[in-house]
């Protein structure tokens, strides 16, 4: 172990226990961020059922669950903290910040909110990250036009006091936060904000940045926390995986062992000193103890590599740490030769349909991973029978790109996107997500780019509802639903 006042060069995460969070009314949860409030007592935000939670982990046992919230809940960052009592900040999807109070006391628990602002300046899905000050400020990060951004927000009014630009990017992304424990430091993890999907490290007072983590096998981090020792630690959802690095930036060593396989949040508890995460869908929180060592062993370090062997903005190096010029131009999507190509393999028999312009597919599919089957034939009989380019992830999906990166690629790129209306695709957070994003490319688009199917009885988002959509339920009745469908892609 470390001696007092020594500066650890390791750390090994040991002890792992495993918690599950259990509760009838919990479908398919997608818990997108814990935070501790005791030793047994955990905060999540819930992205499916858009609230907060708060578990009990001894037992099991759910004690107090927020309203509904305005909308998708991302991370959460303790404000203050008394005794039993706590103010937290809640990012949403829609670019607001929720101000809740978590109240708990033996048995007795509540949360309530206290205060909604906006975040000026043109932010979108923004994330809370730590508390910079008590009293009126903290960190978020999100998408600012073409780029994505961080800033520094006052509760006051939602505005934001400094803003810095990250990088251009063609697709969005997850990005989560955490500042060293001088409040010197930011630590920004971003996923699919291609071409610089890794970890960022930035110096706050000047907001420079100082260092790009991306090794071959960061491909999809998902949280990031810092310990009482300055180690820096980052999630990954695919390989499941813990990155452990210097407050620097430099790689120390990768943790795979009794890392759950769908991890999606990491947080570090100052008053217990454990590490904690949480899974996406199998309502779990794993804690784990850290082991710190001061003196050097040999590890194997990741490699830092591009990940992407595509035209990148220029990148530097700096004392072994990859920096990249924000300043770049975009990466400007097409038709690639290589993209009709694939697709030429597999169809040739048929003349394909043109494909309107600055489109790559006529139609994606947006589904629930138990209608994969029915969607493939549908894909094949559009393909192969009336010339439509379809969008599949088997075939399309290019190596070591994210799902999330893929999804809203594809929605982009796509002429049409088919809603695959079933009981299950309304409880998947994910399919939820696709759906928000195929109704925002309309909007954008000013045209009608989403086209329901109503594959069974289920009940309809009302978002959906007031669509026309196509009913599919019965298969004796194909010869009416299906034209209908082909008018739907073709208009």
């Known amino acids: 172990m470390a001696t007092a006042g020594a500066e650890p060069l390791d750390c090994n995460l040991v002890d792992a226990v495993t918690f599950e969070l259990k509760h009838d009314d919990l479908n398919n949860p997608w818990y997108t961020s814990v935070v501790v409030l005791s030793e047994d007592m955990v905060l999540v935000s819930d992205y499916s059922k858009r609230n907060l939670q708060l578990h009990?982990?001894?037992?099991?046992?759910?004690?107090?669950?927020?309203?509904?919230?305005?909308?998708?809940?991302?991370?959460?960052?303790?404000?203050?903290?008394?005794?039993?009592?706590?103010?937290?900040?809640?990012?949403?999807?829609?670019g607001q910040i929720e101000i809740m109070a978590v109240k708990y006391a033996d048995n007795k628990a509540a949360i309530t909110q206290v205060k909604t602002f906006a975040v000026k300046r043109g932010f979108d899905w923004c994330c809370a990250g730590k508390m910079l000050s008590v009293k009126d400020k903290i960190v978020v990060s999100g998408h600012?036009?073409?780029?994505?951004?961080?800033?520094?927000?006052?509760?006051?009014?939602?505005h934001i006091s400094t803003i810095q630009n990250i990088c251009r990017y063609t697709g969005r992304g997850w990005s989560h936060l955490a500042t060293s424990s001088d409040d010197t430091k930011l630590y920004i993890s971003c996923e699919a904000a291609y071409p610089?999907?890794?970890?960022?490290?930035?110096?706050?007072?000047?907001?420079?940045?100082?260092?790009?983590?991306?090794?071959?096998?960061?491909?999809?981090?998902?949280?990031?926390?810092?310990?009482?020792?300055?180690?820096?630690?980052?999630?990954?959802?695919?390989?499941?995986?813990?990155?452990?690095?210097?407050?620097?930036?430099?790689?120390?060593?990768?943790?795979?062992?009794?890392?759950?396989?769908?991890?999606?949040?990491?947080?570090?508890?100052?008053?217990?000193?454990?590490?904690?995460?949480?899974?996406?869908?199998?309502?779990?929180?794993?804690?784990?103890?850290?082991?710190?060592?001061?003196?050097?062993?040999?590890?194997?370090?990741?490699?830092?590599?591009?990940?992407?062997?595509?035209?990148?903005?220029?990148?530097?190096?700096?004392?072994?740490?990859?920096?990249?010029?924000?300043?770049?131009?975009?990466?400007?999507?097409?038709?690639?030769?290589?993209?009709?190509?694939?697709?030429?393999?597999?169809?040739?028999?048929?003349?394909?349909?043109?494909?309107?312009?600055?489109?790559?597919?006529?139609?994606?599919?947006?589904?629930?991973?138990?209608?994969i089957h029915w969607v493939k034939k549908t894909i094949e009989t559009l393909e192969k029978e009336h010339g439509f380019l379809c969008c599949e992830y088997d075939r399309d999906n290019t190596p070591g790109t994210s799902l999330l990166q893929f999804a809203g690629d594809s929605i982009r790129n796509a002429y049409k996107t088919v809603v695959v209306m079933t009981n299950e695709a309304f409880q998947s957070g994910f399919v939820l997500h696709e759906i928000?994003?195929?109704?925002?490319?309309?909007?954008?688009?000013?045209?009608?780019?989403?086209?329901?199917?109503?594959?069974?009885?289920?009940?309809?988002?009302?978002?959906?509802?007031?669509?026309?959509?196509?009913?599919?339920?019965?298969?004796?009745?194909?010869?009416i639903w299906w034209p209908r469908l082909l008018t739907e892609l073709e208009t």
Request: proline share 5%; charged share 30%; hydrophobic share 30%.
């Open 436 to 479: 928000e994003m195929a109704i925002i490319q309309g909007f954008n688009e000013r045209r009608k780019c989403v086209v329901p199917l109503l594959l069974e009885d289920c009940e309809i988002p009302s978002h959906l509802s007031v669509l026309n959509f196509v009913d599919a339920r019965d298969p004796m009745r194909r010869d």
């Open 196 to 371: 610089d999907t890794g970890l960022y490290g930035f110096d706050i007072k000047t907001c420079k940045q100082d260092f790009l983590y991306k090794p071959s096998d960061l491909k999809r981090p998902s949280g990031v926390s810092v310990d009482d020792k300055g180690f820096i630690y980052v999630c990954n959802f695919a390989p499941p995986c813990i990155h452990q690095l210097t407050k620097h930036g430099e790689p120390v060593r990768v943790h795979r062992e009794e890392i759950p396989s769908d991890i999606l949040a990491i947080f570090w508890d100052k008053q217990q000193g454990h590490l904690y995460t949480t899974s996406m869908f199998s309502r779990v929180v794993t804690r784990y103890t850290p082991q710190y060592i001061d003196k050097q062993e040999d590890h194997n370090y990741p490699e830092f590599q591009s990940g992407d062997e595509r035209e990148q903005p220029s990148i530097q190096l700096e004392n072994g740490i990859r920096k990249i010029n924000s300043d770049e131009d975009d990466l400007h999507s097409g038709t690639s030769s290589s993209d009709l190509a694939r697709h030429e393999q597999h169809h040739v028999s048929l003349r394909r349909r043109s494909l309107p312009p600055g489109k790559k597919y006529h139609v994606f599919f947006c589904y629930s991973s138990s209608d």
């Open 56 to 94: 009990r982990l001894n037992d099991a046992k759910l004690i107090a669950v927020s309203k509904t919230l305005k909308s998708r809940p991302h991370d959460i960052c303790i404000c203050v903290e008394e005794k039993n009592v706590f103010t937290v900040a809640v990012c949403l999807l829609n």
């Open 144 to 158: 600012k036009v073409d780029k994505m951004c961080w800033g520094i927000v006052s509760f006051a009014d939602g």
